[in-house]
């Protein structure tokens, strides 16, 4: 059994990120809820992964990002958290192509193409994500995703410090769904965009942003809890079985938007938004026959639950 704290100190002479033990990665997160990792690297550059992938021994890994899809366990993870630092935040424009770092935030991706004048990336204005989550899950928003723009992915593997650059045909995307595994970490992705009207860019942003203020509730969420069903939408059936305005401890059925479970915060923990999500699935399988699937990823150990080894979204 790898040792954390050993790890850390081996990684601390290699890397020129940051490393911390014992690190709360609430913080990381937006229900801001969960306990910490055993190790949190903040990685600067490639080779910054590579040594994660050569010195974690049979730690597991799992990838952080702006954590707005992410549920941590109270009782935290055991193994090593991997953030992508500022190093991966930078763009670079040819023509209509539009190169951004992993850790770009997509909302600021949305408001640079506007300036830039290049249309087709107005829908990440309201996935509070990083790009790079978002290139592994496919994060999409009024009937656009990444799929339609994306056309290449550089990828570094934390399981072999291997890094490859893919096409998005080699991604098989579908609906939140990509073929990456659970150790892929995107570094950066090439967007082919159009170019547009700085001024029609910037109000279609502005619009979509009105829509998700009046649709979706502020305040510590993680966005929609589960997919939706094919034909669907698991807002509507969580609603229809009359969950909103459901709590468990400090985490509430929101009763703006049902596939919204908001995070008091003045004392929720990890487990009351894991015990609502178990019930608002069994709820919507009791009233509707249909078994909802979570859209949240789960990092840690949770009550009745195995240790899940993720790969995480932004
Ligand atoms: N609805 C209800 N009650 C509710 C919520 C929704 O009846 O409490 C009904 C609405 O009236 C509408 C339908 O359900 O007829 C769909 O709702 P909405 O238009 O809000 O879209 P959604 O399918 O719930 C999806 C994405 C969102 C994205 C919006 C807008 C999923 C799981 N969710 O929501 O993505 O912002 O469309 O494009 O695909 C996310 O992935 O985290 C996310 C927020």
Same mark, same amino acid.
């Given at each position: ?138 994060? /999409?928003?009024?009937? @656009?995703? !990444? %799929?339609?723009? #994306? $056309?290449?992915? &550089? ?7 291997? +890094? ?34 700085? /001024?029609?860019?910037? @109000?279609? !942003? %502005?619009?979509? #942003? $009105?829509?998700? &203020? ?7 969420? +993680? ?92």
């Amino acid at each position: 059994m790898t040792d954390a704290r050993t790890v850390a100190d081996r990684l601390r002479d290699r890397i020129t990120g940051s490393v911390t033990t014992d690190a709360s990665l609430a913080p990381f997160t937006t229900f801001r809820v969960g306990g910490p990792a055993d190790v949190l690297v903040e990685a600067e550059s490639e080779e910054d992964l590579r040594a994660v992938a050569e010195t974690r021994g049979d730690l597991d890994v799992a990838i952080v990002g702006r954590g707005s899809n992410l549920l941590v366990s109270d009782d935290g993870f055991r193994g090593i958290a991997v953030r992508l630092g500022r190093a991966f935040r930078d763009h670079t424009r040819d023509g209509s192509d539009l190169r951004l770092g992993g850790a770009v935030y997509l909302p600021a991706a949305a408001r640079l193409t506007s300036r830039l004048g290049l249309t087709g990336f107005e829908f990440a204005a309201e996935i509070p994500a990083t790009f790079g989550g978002a290139v592994r899950m496919n994060a /999409g928003a009024h009937e @656009r995703c !990444i %799929a339609d723009v #994306l $056309r290449t992915a &550089r990828v570094v593997d934390l399981a072999t410090g291997d +890094a490859r650059d893919v096409g998005v045909d080699e991604l098989a995307y579908g609906y939140r769904h990509s073929s990456l595994g659970p150790h892929d970490v995107v570094t950066a992705g090439t967007l082919r965009l159009e170019p547009g009207d700085p /001024g029609k860019i910037g @109000r279609r !942003i %502005a619009g979509l #942003l $009105r829509w998700r &203020r009046e649709h979706q509730p502020p305040g510590r969420s +993680a966005g929609s809890v589960f997919k939706n069903p094919p034909g669907d939408s698991a807002g509507r059936l969580i609603d229809a079985a009359g969950a909103k305005g459901k709590r468990v401890g400090g985490a509430e059925v929101s009763s703006r938007h049902a596939n919204f479970i908001v995070a008091d915060p003045t004392g929720a923990t990890a487990t009351d938004v894991w015990t609502l999500i178990v019930r608002l699935r069994d709820l919507v399988r009791d009233h509707a026959g249909i078994v909802l699937e979570p859209e949240v990823r789960f990092l840690g150990v949770f009550p009745g639950g195995e240790q899940v080894e993720v790969e995480v979204e932004g």
